[in-house]
Nanobody, 123 residues
Framework: QVQLVESGGGLVQAGGSLRLSCAASGRTFRSNAVGWFRQAPGKERDFVAGISWRGVTHYADSVKGRFTISRDNAKNTVYLQTNSLKPEDTAVYYC?????????????????WGQGTQVTVSS
């Protein structure tokens, strides 16, 4: 079993930044890809960013150049640095462990999920 706990969400003005964290306990995800997804009310859960077990990153077009995903395997933690936030970034952000070493963009490619952290961007 893997337990994932997200933190770092909050309320921020447009143009601001937040650093989200995803800490793993139990079995780690050092040999797995890790992804960040987000879900706004009434919408599907969308891929935001992913990182392979070796640190290769992949981003959704909507966040490229603004968000940065990174991982610290020694701390069993993955981070999502979110900059230049926009109101449309408002959502619950989830981290998830990938089923493979390469991050997929679909939720079914992940097997363990955190409980989510709310990010609200005001205009």
């Amino acid at each position: 079993q893997v337990q994932l706990v997200e933190s770092g969400g909050g309320l921020v003005q447009a143009g601001g930044s937040l650093r989200l964290s995803c800490a793993a306990s139990g079995r780690t995800f050092r040999s797995n890809a890790v992804g960040w997804f987000r879900q706004a009310p009434g919408k599907e859960r969308d891929f935001v960013a992913g990182i392979s077990w070796r640190g290769v990153t992949h981003y959704a077009d909507s966040v490229k150049g603004r968000f940065t995903i990174s991982r610290d395997n020694a701390k069993n933690t993955v981070y999502l640095q979110t900059n230049s936030l926009k109101p449309e970034d408002t959502a619950v952000y989830y981290c998830a462990r990938g089923k493979s070493v390469v991050p997929g963009t679909e939720p079914h490619e992940y097997d363990y999920w955190g409980q989510g952290t709310q990010v609200t961007v005001s205009s």
